[in-house]
């Protein structure tokens, strides 16, 4: 049986991207990659990555999951049980918890790359370095500082860890991701990508590292567009073969919008693709470039209502003296405080006709019985009707026994203040009866709703309530949703809440067995900062595909040539 493909995942956060790779299985059900080590630093997220290991190494031995399933159901851990605990070991020693940048961690990496690569086999890199350098927001954040200079920040430079890990190991292919704010960051006044670019085309001319002895004479790369096979890095003109660099505005080629692969959420992010020279060589750079392009999987966008289904409802909670009764009080009496004011006080941006509508539908949410929903839903396995059906489905379900339901895990719901609860009634209600979230003070208009915020009406104040539209793919799940859930708000107006992690992770297509450790904060930091695995997956196909054709040595078709964007 051949081996599967070793991977590195570095910058790995809970896994999102090694769960995608990781996911795919030949005919003979052994896996296409196995991953031979992911680093992560921060704690909680490392723990989580360390237990997805191990439940991939239960899965694929005969023991069964109880271990694992009864671990999520407050059981022993499986470190303390004689019968999985050698399967922990090697799970420890896949996830290693370390900060790469500096001499310690980066030496701890090399050491287990050199003693764990096989260098006679192609072996795959993934990983997406810290974004906040990047991010728009962080951007922001930063020109607010005066004694900021983006050249000292040494977050701009993370992805040279990378990059070491490049010029040393040769890996065949590498998936590297990151914000969009990416392409438009600048050290001085040049955009940041471009170099980029040119450091990863070369990475020993740009780190000066040799690889050591056994892996691939060859060292420089290709890069590839998943969206566009015109666009890739280096194209070349002239006698000299010198690179051609792209345009900056061909450089949107290399963001992937995530709900036109299926994804409930639109997500974009830049993902380049790098393949050795040698391999893009055999095969041919237009053939290369064709067979990495991921098409649309469909014409239809897939919706936060479809990511929900099946998931238990859930009420919010009081941020004092909760009770089911309690917070039913308060929402019947947020809900017609509301009506009475939005009855009476006119709005330059809502008809009155509208106005009506959305008072009506508070009033009876008010007037009517509620269901007497829990804040935290308790996995209890009963017996499924019916096994999943669709293929979203199925990937939620992941390798739970498809004849039980009831097994979701991170999924509580948080508590709010009255007054929010307010916020959030009236938000999801407008939504229901206008087919869209409310757009700042334009719509949140009573007096009632206002937050305590001096700039409530200007800045970043302005706008901070959001609904998670049910018809629509979600907004980009960031790990803002850690802070508050205001830009997060569940479409259900008879739950009143904000997303919890769980749902935030389907909308990342997490499957519902992933367990996110941590306290509630963190679990909500690591769902944001992830890759979407089925995103992930989709991705790795195209890994698959073109290793593939590298393996049955695909020459380069004659008449191929290549063609300029």
Known sequence: MTKPVQLVDLFAGPGGL???????????????????????????????????????????????MDAYFEYLQGGKHPSSRDDVKDLWLEAEQEALRLELGGEDGNHALEERLHQGLDHDRDWVLIGGPPCQAYSVVGR???????????EEDKRHFLYREYLDVIARFRPAVFVMENVRGMLTSRVGKERIFGQILEDLR??????????????????????FSLKDDRVYFPRTKGLFNTPDPLEEHEYNSFVIKAEEHGIPQARHRVILVGVRNDIVKGVGVQTMATSLKVDSTDDEKRTVEQA???????????????????????????????????????SEHLEPEDRKRIAAELKEIAETPHEELPRRHVPNGKPRPVGPTTELEKWYHGAQDPNTKGLWYNHEARSHMEKDLARYLY???????????????????????APMHANWKTGKFADRFKVVLKDQPSKTITSHISKDGHYFIHYDPKQCRSLTVREAARLQTF????????????????????????????IANKVVEILERAQRGELQQPHSKVLQA
């Not at 003979?28 to 991939?56: G, I, M, N, P």
């Not at 938000?427 to 007096?447: H, N, R």
């Open 308 to 346: 929900f289904i099946g998931l238990p409802p859930l009420r919010s909670g009081l941020s004092r003296e909760d009770s089911y009764e309690a917070w039913h009080e308060a929402i019947k009496r947020v809900a017609t405080k509301v009506a009475n004011e939005l009855r009476s006080q006119p």
């Open 18 to 64: 090694g769960e995608g790779f990781s996911s795919i299985r030949r005919p003979d059900r052994s896996r296409q990659f196995k991953t031979l080590v992911s680093v992560e630093k921060e704690a909680s997220a490392h723990r989580t990555l360390t237990l997805r290991a191990f439940y991939r190494l239960l899965l694929d031995s005969d023991r069964g």
């Open 140 to 150: 922001v954040r930063n020109r607010g500082n005066k004694s900021y200079r983006p």
């Open 202 to 223: 070369d990475p020993v001319k740009a780190t000066g590292h040799e690889g050591p002895e056994g892996c691939s004479s060859a060292s420089e790369y290709t890069i």
């Open 427 to 449: 938000c999801a209600t407008f939504a229901k009866v206008m087919g869209y979230s409310p757009i700042g003070t334009k719509e949140i208009y009573l007096d009632y709703l």
């Open 511 to 538: 499957p519902d067995d992933y367990y996110f450790e941590g306290n509630r904060t963190e679990q909500y930091v690591q769902v944001g900062n992830a890759v979407p695995p089925l995103l992930a997956r989709r």
